[in-house]
């Protein structure tokens, strides 16, 4: 493979270009009229404009992109995570024009995507699932049945999901009916696919999810997991590996149950197998992602592995180097999704000019990102700034090494979500790695922030009187040094 084009935009088509330049593959972008001046545009070795900001006219136009690769003579695709990248349809029309998708099939791609079809594929593979229907469910009555069998409070979950969107909790049995509709018609508008099920609202779980990597000779290896349990929407903002709560034997159990996962959909590529854990370290398939996930810097800091190097491996018909006993977990890895976001305000976007942008550095720290100083950040697209990934030998170092990167890092003209990641670094809950998914709901309240924003105008009040005073005395000394030299001067003279 001598040329590659990126189907996506921002930090993760940057990521991707990188090993594709390491491995002296040259590279193309897409880029939508938004685009023009990202930094994935310039680090491309070609640029191909595709049209207006909106992914509907730009980034999504699947047949354009291929058509455009063709003119290229570019032999393989890489669809990065979100845009088209969890899209049979393309995948196949890829393939059908002569290109290697880099990705898994299209039969993975169909069955993974649709949780209910996941669910049927895995269940003869002793994958332990979360109480419930594993069919779509249309009559509020069946519904209700089954919610009085499992228990409230039951979660109500649109099949064709993603993005934490797509949920809803209901906690009586007199709520189901109006909420069951509303999910329908949710799920109908965002995916085009009104299926809903339901399953067990699991209390107080732990999202732990297993990377897998698999070739196409028939070898899949995981490597460990990712805890993702601090979540706002249901949505990660705060991942990490390996998780503090898996030992050996738990670790080897769900890395052996996302492997068969894989393979009852005869996987290759990168994948993730997601589970829940609850409180007694049962664990629960929950989806598997056929796609690079946004968080994969963690895993590739703790076992060395260039994940985008092996997908392109893979993609070209090499067989894994590596077995299962070669791979260990080195270190701890923290990452921080930065987010143009006002954490004090239900985590709502805030958009606008990055008007100062100094990145931290450093030992043991890694930025993902794909903007520079002076740029907007579009409205068009996820509003993800940057990842900000620390690695150090153990948990607590990488979390100091994070809160010592949060205060290097320097963003003003908007909003961003690192004053709340440095909260969550100095929680003594986060520390001590008792965690869930509703860590956020639970403990966070905006408040909380304007402490730590207090602090930083105390702190940046308090500098600036230290330097008033510390100028004050240099001139002070200096005029009595010049009273001294003058009385000198007039004593001489
Ligand atoms: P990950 O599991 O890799 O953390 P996320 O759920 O954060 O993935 O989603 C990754 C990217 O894909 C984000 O940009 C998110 O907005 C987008 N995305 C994922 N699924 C969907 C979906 N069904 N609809 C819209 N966007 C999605
Ligand atoms: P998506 O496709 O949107 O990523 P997932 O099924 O992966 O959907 O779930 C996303 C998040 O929603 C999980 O990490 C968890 O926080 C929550 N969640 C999903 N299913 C359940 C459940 N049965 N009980 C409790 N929380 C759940
Ligand atoms: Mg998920």
């Given at each position: 493979m001598k040329k590659v084009l990126v189907a996506n935009r921002g930090e993760i088509a940057l990521r991707v270009m990188r090993s594709l330049r390491e491995m002296g593959i040259s590279s193309v972008a897409v880029y939508s009229e938004a685009d023009r001046l990202a930094p994935f545009v310039q680090y491309a070795d070609e640029a191909i404009l595709l049209g207006p900001p909106p992914s509907a006219q730009s980034y999504l136009l699947g047949e354009k992109i291929i058509e455009e690769a063709l003119k290229l003579g570019v032999e393989g695709i890489h669809p990065g995570y979100?845009?088209?990248?969890?899209?049979a349809d393309f995948a196949t029309k890829v393939e059908a024009a002569g290109?290697?998708?880099?990705?898994?099939?299209p039969h993975s791609i169909t069955i993974m995507g649709s949780k209910l079809a996941a669910k049927a594929a895995v269940a003869s593979y002793d994958i332990p699932m979360v109480p419930g229907i594993d069919r779509a469910v249309e009559d509020p009555k069946e519904a209700i049945e089954v919610a009085n069998k499992i228990g409230y409070p039951i979660l109500i979950k649109a099949?064709?999901?993603?993005?934490?969107?797509?949920m809803r909790v209901v906690e009586r049995a007199e709520d189901l009916e109006e909420q069951m509709k509303l999910a329908v018609s949710e799920a109908e508008s965002s995916f085009g696919d009104g299926s809903v099920f339901v399953e067990k609202y699991i209390g107080a779980p732990r999202h732990i999810e297993i990377q897998i990597l698999a070739d196409q000779h028939g070898n899949t290896v995981h490597l460990f997991e990712r805890e993702c349990?601090?979540?706002?929407r249901h949505q990660k903002v705060i991942e990490e590996a390996p998780?503090?709560?898996?030992d050996d034997k738990l670790r080897a159990e769900m890395g052996q149950a996302a492997i068969r996962v894989a393979e009852s959909c005869k996987y290759h590529g990168a994948g993730t197998v997601e589970f829940l854990l609850d409180e007694n370290k049962n664990f629960f398939f929950l989806e598997m992602n056929t796609r690079l996930q946004v968080e994969h810097p963690v895993t590739e800091m703790i076992t060395g592995v260039d994940l985008v190097r092996e997908q392109i491996n893979v993609a070209r018909g090499e067989k894994l180097?590596?077995?299962?006993?070669d791979l260990k977990i080195k270190g701890h890895a923290m990452e921080v999704?930065?987010?143009?976001?006002?954490p004090c305000n239900n985590f709502l976007p805030d958009i606008g000019k990055l008007e100062r942008y100094v990145r931290p550095q450093g030992p043991g720290v890694r930025v993902d990102d794909g903007f520079e100083e002076g740029m907007d950040i579009p409205i068009?697209?996820?509003?993800?700034?940057a990842k900000l990934v620390t690695f150090a030998d153990d948990r607590i170092l990488a979390i100091d090494r994070m809160k010592r990167a949060i205060q290097e890092y320097k963003i003003t003209g908007i909003e961003t979500t690192l004053a709340f990641a440095a909260w969550v670094m100095d929680h003594p809950l986060f520390r001590s790695a008792?965690?869930?998914?509703?860590f956020i709901k639970k403990h966070f309240k905006p408040e909380m922030l304007q402490n730590e924003k207090e602090d930083e105008i105390r702190l940046a009040a308090f500098l600036s009187q230290h330097l008033l005073e510390k100028k004050t005395a240099m001139v002070d000394s200096a005029s009595s040094a010049n009273k001294r030299r003058s009385n000198w001067k007039s004593r001489k003279a």
């Open positions: 979100g845009f088209l990248s969890e899209n290109i290697t998708f880099i990705g898994p099939s099949s064709a999901g993603g993005g934490g969107k797509g349990s601090i979540q706002r998780s503090a709560v898996l180097a590596f077995r299962q006993e999704r930065v987010y143009a976001e006002d068009y697209y996820d509003p993800m700034i008792d965690i869930d998914t509703n």
